[in-house]
């Protein structure tokens, strides 16, 4: 087995050590992006049934959030048991403000359709919100394992959850400033109307 595996069984491993509360926040927030990749991946699946045409760049929202899903599923075990002293302190307002700003993009983004472009402009403040303040956490988290507080595979995850988001949300941008191509066949799809 090689160090990089023996690394990442070891701090998976710590999900063992959850307790109730680790469990809770644990499953609501890996499975509140769990839900935003069945629903983005499910809407472009019933448009495309349905004769939809979508860019590719449409079907980055799915993929990003699938990589941004994966990386924090892993993250979160080491911020919920070794790192979770650390965290409570301003790395943690960090993260709820970075939470609140992306969710909140990704609600504005879906308001901007299809003539509500307003929702746009506070969407597009959000978006640029959440990866400033994700640029802040990672020199926190670059801090912690320069001083030998933090592991490598925490930073990898960091790696993996920037990818994701950052493709999550370049594509659901191209996406909008196409003009949301195919989305109004996907809604009339679902009984919607566009």
């Given at each position: 087995m090689s160090a990089a595996v023996a690394a990442v069984r070891v701090y998976v491993g710590r999900i063992r050590q959850f307790q109730r509360l680790d469990w809770a926040v644990y499953l609501a927030w890996v499975g509140s992006m769990l839900?935003?990749?069945a629903l983005s991946a499910s809407f472009l699946a019933v448009g495309r049934a349905a004769g939809a045409v979508f860019p590719p760049e449409a079907y980055l929202v799915p993929i990003g959030a699938v990589v941004f899903t994966a990386a924090i599923a892993v993250d979160?075990?080491?911020h919920r048991t070794v790192y979770k002293e650390v965290l409570?302190?301003?790395e943690a307002l960090v993260h709820h403000i970075i939470i609140l700003a992306a969710a909140g993009s990704c609600i504005l983004l879906c308001a901007a359709y299809p003539r509500h472009a307003i929702a746009a402009v506070p969407a597009a403040v959000l978006t640029v919100i959440s990866f400033v303040y994700s640029l802040a956490d990672e020199i926190l988290h670059w801090r912690r394992y320069l001083s030998r507080q933090s592991d490598v595979v925490e930073m990898w995850s960091h790696v993996f959850?920037?990818?994701?988001?950052?493709?999550?949300?370049?594509g659901w941008w191209r996406f909008y400033w196409l003009g949301y191509p195919g989305v109004p066949a996907a809604l009339r799809?679902?009984?919607?109307?566009?």
């Open positions: 839900l935003l990749v979160t075990i080491g409570r302190g301003g959850i920037l990818i994701g988001h950052g493709t999550m949300m370049a799809a679902l009984g919607v109307a566009a």
